[in-house]
């Protein structure tokens, strides 16, 4: 595995399926680790089986600040234009630098006015129990 490689096992009936997801670079990025596992998913599982578990695990995990220390290379093929790859290369940055600083800036929200003052709007709907989880001490009642 990578040195930020991710694996999702769906658990199936009558079996269960793996895919794995390497990562060039280490990512924290929401939106970056959502679009890879969607297309690992769309590409590995069996749409017409009844879904009952869906675990993520993530391997060889660094710090933000050691990800930035290491120097990575990517080896270009003959046909490759340089000069995009490093504008692409440079556009992901740039999207991972953006996805750190709202996720600060929830953390924050987060922290100064309660746990449900941002929340996935997912989390409204019926049967969803987030907003009544956050009110209680470690999920459970006091």
């Known amino acids: 595995m990578g040195p930020s490689a991710r694996t999702s096992t769906v658990g199936t009936s009558p079996h269960p399926d793996h895919a794995k997801i390497s ?15 969607l297309v ?15 675990t993520v695990t993530a391997n060889h995990l660094v710090s933000r600040h050691q990800a930035q220390e290491r120097t990575y290379a990517e080896q270009l093929d003959l046909f490759a234009d340089p000069e ?3 504008q692409t290369a440079a556009k992901q940055q740039a999207r991972r630098d953006q996805d750190y600083k709202l996720q600060k800036l929830i ?3 987060q922290k100064d006015f309660g746990k449900n003052a941002i929340i996935r709007a997912a989390d409204l ?16 009642q006091a």
Do not use: C, W
């Not at 990562?23 to 959502?34: Q, R």
């Not at 769309?42 to 089986?49: A, I, P, T, Y």
């Open 23 to 37: 990562f060039k670079v280490p990512t924290a990025s929401p939106s970056e680790l959502i679009d890879r596992f």
């Open 40 to 54: 690992a998913y769309d590409q590995s599982f069996h749409h017409q089986l009844t879904i009952r578990r869906v």
């Open 84 to 86: 995009q790859a490093v």
């Open 107 to 109: 953390l924050k929200m």
């Open 125 to 140: 709907k019926d049967g969803a129990v987030a907003k009544k989880r956050n009110k209680e001490i470690g999920g459970h």
